[in-house]
């Protein structure tokens, strides 16, 4: 799950089309989405969110909550400025009591609602706002689906809530899936742990997808002339609890890489700085990767950290492929991990091990003369792939229970 910046909100509920008695059936249905981060185009679901809207427009009459602009009041549970200890504390009462700082928003969306919809789609992160709109539309018999980005706690390795929280959320999620109509989530490993628990779902797997637009008009524009004894490698995204320790890899680098200095360039927040000998860590302001994309001239490789859940798929690998340079997959249990397992057939990419770098490889996949073509997002990789495959997922899921509730 990657933590982001916040960016100026947009409204996500412009625009949609009112009931008209002239209006074909399906077109009448309404189909509620709940996405808490809807508003924010720089998280991983609410781009996943705002990419969706338009297509599912073309059948339903869509709702989204929270319809505002902007995020819920508070985010969940209080978050002080001030001292560090203050900051420590507040986090805590989250990890050890709360489903997630989401949680207190949630209940005041949805203490009172009446669900007046045919179906949902609930897109998660944040799970407390799936939990509390779940709960309402069970009681009002509306089916969903839930579309998951991350594991949550009963198919986690290692869940981000603690002691009470962590038994309020087993339950709570257990309830969620029991009873929803299907899963969407975004890899195979997540898809196998989640068929143990609910084998009653039916399964889609579909990680985001890409804009082509991000990617520059000429690829090789402004590509400086490489200097051969300075290796520089850019990051995109945080480097925070989840991600791999990344310093064997770039210590291997320096020790045993033909280069005199390797540079990181960090575009994110980092929980530590390696410190290498030889490694120079420059941390940057995240950008819009229409600008990275103009930006990775500049650099001989971009990294992407697999995390220690090999479940999990940072979503940033997705988005790497709008970079017209090569691109390095970290892995760690490359043969089951979900980063390599989505890389691995793709152009312009080389899996290494975190722990065990092949540092000729490295500096082969670098050295190569690589084609402008090669270095192209796959035809699965963009949004309206993605898009139309999760649409026809939540039409063919949701039409026998819509038609049921004599809805169509």
């Given at each position: 799950?990657?933590?982001?910046?916040?960016?100026?909100?947009?409204?996500?509920?412009?625009?949609r089309p009112k009931?008209?008695?002239?209006?074909?059936?399906?077109?009448?249905?309404?189909?509620?989405?709940?996405?808490?981060?809807?508003?924010?185009?720089?998280?991983?679901?609410?781009?996943?969110?705002?990419?969706?809207?338009?297509?599912?427009?073309?059948?339903?009459?869509?709702?989204?909550?929270?319809?505002?602009?902007?995020?819920?009041?508070?985010?969940?549970?209080?978050?002080?400025?001030?001292?560090?200890?203050?900051?420590?504390?507040?986090?805590?009462?989250?990890?050890?009591?709360?489903?997630?700082?989401?949680?207190?928003?949630?209940?005041?969306?949805?203490?009172?609602?009446?669900?007046?919809?045919?179906?949902?789609?609930?897109?998660?992160?944040?799970?407390?706002?799936?939990?509390?709109?779940?709960?309402?539309?069970?009681?009002?018999?509306?089916?969903?689906?839930?579309?998951?980005?991350?594991?949550?706690?009963?198919?986690?390795?290692?869940?981000?809530?603690?002691?009470?929280?962590?038994?309020?959320?087993?339950?709570?999620?257990r309830e969620l899936?029991?009873?929803?109509?299907?899963?969407?989530?975004?890899?195979?490993?997540?898809?196998?742990?989640?068929?143990?628990?609910?084998?009653?779902?039916?399964?889609?797997?579909?990680?985001?997808?890409?804009?082509?637009?991000?990617?520059?008009?000429?690829?090789?524009?402004?590509?400086?002339?490489?200097?051969?004894?300075?290796?520089?490698?850019?990051?995109?995204?945080?480097?925070?609890?989840?991600?791999?320790?990344?310093?064997?890899?770039?210590?291997?680098?320096?020790m045993n890489g033909?280069?005199?200095?390797?540079?990181?360039?960090?575009?994110?927040?980092?929980?530590?700085?390696?410190?290498?000998?030889?490694?120079?860590?420059?941390?940057?302001?995240?950008?819009?990767?229409?600008?990275?994309?103009?930006?990775?001239?500049?650099?001989?490789?971009?990294?992407?950290?697999?995390?220690?859940?090999?479940?999990?798929?940072?979503?940033?690998?997705?988005?790497?492929?709008?970079?017209?340079?090569?691109?390095?997959?970290?892995?760690?249990?490359?043969?089951?991990?979900?980063?390599?397992?989505?890389?691995?057939?793709?152009?312009?990419?080389?899996?290494?091990?975190?722990?065990?770098?092949?540092?000729?490889?490295?500096?082969?996949?670098?050295?190569?003369?690589?084609?402008?073509?090669?270095?192209?997002?796959?035809?699965?990789?963009?949004?309206?792939?993605?898009?139309?495959?999760?649409?026809?997922?939540?039409?063919?899921?949701?039409?026998?229970?819509?038609?049921?509730?004599?809805?169509?």
């Amino acid at each position: 799950m990657d933590t982001t910046s916040l960016i100026p909100a947009r409204k996500v509920d412009e625009g949609r089309p009112k009931r008209v008695a002239s209006d074909p059936p399906e077109l009448r249905r309404r189909l509620t989405v709940v996405s808490f981060l809807a508003w924010n185009d720089r998280t991983p679901r609410g781009a996943r969110t705002q990419a969706l809207l338009p297509a599912l427009r073309k059948e339903w009459v869509v709702d989204v909550i929270p319809p505002d602009s902007g995020p819920p009041m508070s985010q969940g549970a209080p978050r002080p400025a001030g001292r560090q200890r203050s900051r420590r504390l507040a986090s805590h009462v989250v990890r050890w009591s709360l489903l997630d700082r989401y949680e207190l928003a949630a209940r005041r969306a949805f203490g009172a609602w009446s669900p007046e919809t045919d179906a949902a789609l609930l897109i998660g992160f944040p799970f407390s706002p799936l939990v509390a709109a779940a709960r309402r539309l069970r009681r009002a018999d509306v089916p969903y689906i839930v579309d998951s980005g991350d594991p949550w706690v009963l198919t986690a390795v290692d869940p981000v809530v603690r002691g009470p929280a962590a038994r309020r959320a087993a339950r709570a999620e257990r309830e969620l899936w029991d009873s929803a109509s299907g899963a969407i989530v975004t890899t195979r490993i997540q898809a196998d742990r989640l068929a143990i628990v609910a084998p009653h779902l039916e399964l889609l797997v579909r990680p985001n997808g890409v804009d082509p637009d991000d990617r520059p008009a000429f690829v090789t524009a402004g590509r400086q002339p490489r200097d051969a004894h300075i290796l520089r490698l850019a990051h995109l995204g945080a480097l925070y609890g989840p991600r791999l320790d990344i310093e064997p890899f770039l210590r291997t680098l320096v020790m045993n890489g033909p280069w005199s200095r390797v540079e990181l360039h960090q575009f994110g927040s980092v929980d530590s700085v390696p410190d290498v000998p030889g490694l120079s860590v420059i941390i940057r302001e995240p950008a819009a990767w229409k600008t990275v994309a103009r930006l990775a001239a500049e650099f001989d490789a971009a990294i992407v950290v697999g995390n220690t859940d090999p479940a999990q798929l940072p979503s940033k690998a997705v988005a790497y492929s709008v970079l017209p340079i090569p691109r390095i997959a970290v892995v760690s249990q490359a043969g089951e991990d979900s980063l390599a397992a989505y890389v691995r057939d793709r152009s312009g990419w080389l899996v290494v091990d975190a722990r065990a770098p092949d540092v000729t490889a490295v500096a082969a996949h670098i050295a190569r003369d690589w084609d402008t073509d090669e270095l192209r997002p796959g035809p699965d990789e963009g949004w309206s792939a993605a898009v139309a495959e999760i649409a026809t997922f939540v039409r063919r899921l949701l039409a026998a229970t819509t038609a049921a509730h004599g809805t169509s």
